[in-house]
């Protein structure tokens, strides 16, 4: 059970999983950057606590609890946002999901993010502790205090932080870039039908009051033919298999004449029963042969129409008009076969990016007469005014029948997208976040290697070097970073998402040009992040830099 009810979300929530921590371990690296470089300014002031007696144990503690006040604060604050997402879960159609109506912020919820904060504050914590235990205190005071370069392992590890934030972002970006095109090309589809202006209800017959055949078909009969004279109703039909409406009525047939291939099993088409003019209304083609007539009633020959898909894989040189087949296995006694008078459109009854169709079988309401069908109307007016008359216009005929789950077909197809898109508007949301993130992190190592390298530049100035020289100095080195980051970014959303095929429509997971708009959006955003720091390094001046301390 729970496998049935889970099938059509689990790969989309492990997909957001996913993202999520990988959006946590962006701002983690981050946020250990920020740390590292800290506890570097930091360090003359650490030496002074060591030299005092503080031991590199107590100074770790320090460093930890810093690292895990910051953590317990960003935890406080992703609660407050927390709970403006469940209300954007809501729109994006949480409802849906499996027990999504349950979804609320909970004592578990605080739980698990207080543990989430603790465990990320260890995380980016330990940078800074591991460069403590690295450096040798005892000589930070024979250090000079005017050198202008950073140690190169400091720096190393900082860029190394920024490269595989930049990584992290492109694979993001990568999957975003997926979902969204998905999300396009499924719009695209041709769903078969024309759902513009068709609403759609569900109506159930009791069967205690209408066990009775021909009761059933009088109330479809008078419905229809009150429906038709409503204003604003062009045409009106009904259906027990209506597309996007979450049924899943299919049973086995047996083709009269075809002998199946060992192993192969027997068709299991979409039963459909319908009544008036449902193909007019859906606008569904007819391709060959007539619709159901007033003749084709009960004690009438049983007749049938198939979609396309059967037609071409039953009969791939025609023919298909006059054939047969029966309900079932065809094995018992007394059994009528159905002749084939007509083949409509193949149309998508579930998902637009259903690939593996199973055909169709339609049946007249007169000789088929179901106790549950939805009612489609082809309207030229408002939605809640026909809702309102059709509604009338029933409790007419039997005041006891509700007219229940009223909905447009082009509703019904928007809630068959609410995984794709609520999967896109996340993914969106999260690469923008790994975007800033990445930005910010090559913003920060260049901005502290400018200011390291302060004196650097005044010499490099005072001898004859030009404005221009450094700014190609600190372009260099950001997109050096952000180069070595996209290339390493682009090998991993190539080995990841593989796993999101299941969910691509219309794209390959290696597209090569969301991959190149993946490149241009990361690099234009380290662009932006270098600008900054080389405006502060052509505004350094000789005589300044060279007293710098």
């Not at 800074?128 to 005017?146: C, G, K, M, T, Y």
């Not at 007469?369 to 809640?384: D, I």
């Amino acid at each position: 059970m729970r496998d049935e009810m889970v099938e059509d979300v689990r790969a989309v929530l492990y997909l957001l999983q996913a993202v999520a921590g990988f959006v946590l371990l962006i701002g983690c690296v981050n946020v250990a950057n920020l740390m590292l470089v800290r506890s570097n300014v930091r360090m003359k002031e650490l030496a002074i606590r060591f030299s005092l007696g503080a031991s590199r144990w107590r100074l770790s503690r320090q460093l930890l609890t810093e690292s895990m006040v910051i953590a317990i604060a960003g935890g406080a604050l992703g609660v407050l946002l927390g709970m403006w997402g469940v209300r954007l879960l809501g729109y994006l159609g949480a409802e849906r999901l499996p027990r999504g109506d349950t979804i609320h912020m909970d004592v578990w919820v605080l739980a698990f993010t207080l543990g989430a904060a603790l465990f990320t504050g260890l995380l980016f914590g330990v940078a800074p502790v591991a460069h403590l235990w690295r450096r040798d205190l005892n000589a930070v005071f024979r250090q000079s205090e005017r050198t202008g370069t950073a140690e190169r392992r400091a720096l190393a590890v900082r860029a190394a932080m920024v490269v595989c934030q930049v990584a992290l972002a492109f694979v993001l970006l990568t999957g975003a870039g997926l979902m969204t095109i998905t999300f396009v090309r499924l719009l695209q589809v041709d769903p078969g039908f024309k759902p513009a202006g068709v609403l759609t209800a569900s109506i159930s017959l009791p069967d205690s009051r209408y066990r009775d055949f021909g009761r059933r078909r009088r109330l479809f009969e008078q419905f229809l033919e009150r429906a038709r004279a409503i204003p604003g109703v062009r045409e009106a039909a009904i259906t027990t298999y209506l597309p996007f409406g979450g049924e899943r009525n299919s049973s086995v047939i047996t083709i009269a004449g075809y002998t199946r291939a060992p192993g192969e099993n027997p068709p299991v088409p979409g039963y459909n029963t319908i009544g008036g003019e449902y193909f007019r209304v859906m606008g569904i083609p007819l391709l060959e042969g007539r619709t159901f007539a007033e003749s084709d009633h009960q004690d009438a020959p049983r007749v049938a129409l198939i979609d396309e898909y059967l037609a071409r894989k039953y009969w791939p040189r025609g023919g298909a008009l006059g054939g047969q087949f029966y309900r079932g296995l065809g094995d018992e006694p007394g059994d009528q076969p159905f002749t084939i008078i007509g083949v409509a459109g193949s149309v998508k009854t579930s998902e637009l990016s259903d690939q593996n169709p199973a055909g169709q079988v339609y049946f007249h309401y007169q000789q088929h007469p179901p106790r549950n069908a939805q009612v489609v109307v082809k309207t030229s007016s408002g939605e809640a005014g026909a809702v309102s008359a059709l509604r009338g216009e029933l409790l007419r005929l039997d005041p006891e029948l509700p007219l229940h789950d009223p909905r447009t077909l082009e509703e019904r197809i928007s809630r068959s997208l609410t995984n794709q898109r609520a999967a896109m508007v996340l993914c969106l949301i999260f690469a923008a976040l790994a975007l800033l993130l990445a930005a910010t992190g090559i913003y920060g190592v260049l901005a502290y290697t400018v200011t390291q390298r302060a004196r650097e530049f005044g010499i490099r100035l005072a001898l004859g070097a030009g404005i221009r020289d450094l700014l190609r100095m600190v372009f260099a080195q950001g997109f050096r970073l952000a180069a070595i980051g996209l290339a390493l970014g682009a090998a991993a959303a190539a080995a990841l998402t593989r796993w999101m095929a299941s969910l691509l429509f219309g794209v390959k997971p290696e597209d090569p040009l969301v991959y190149l708009g993946v490149a241009a959006v990361l690099g234009g955003a380290a662009a932006l992040a270098t600008l900054v720091p080389s405006l502060r390094a052509m505004r350094i001046q000789p005589a300044a830099a060279l007293r710098y301390e």
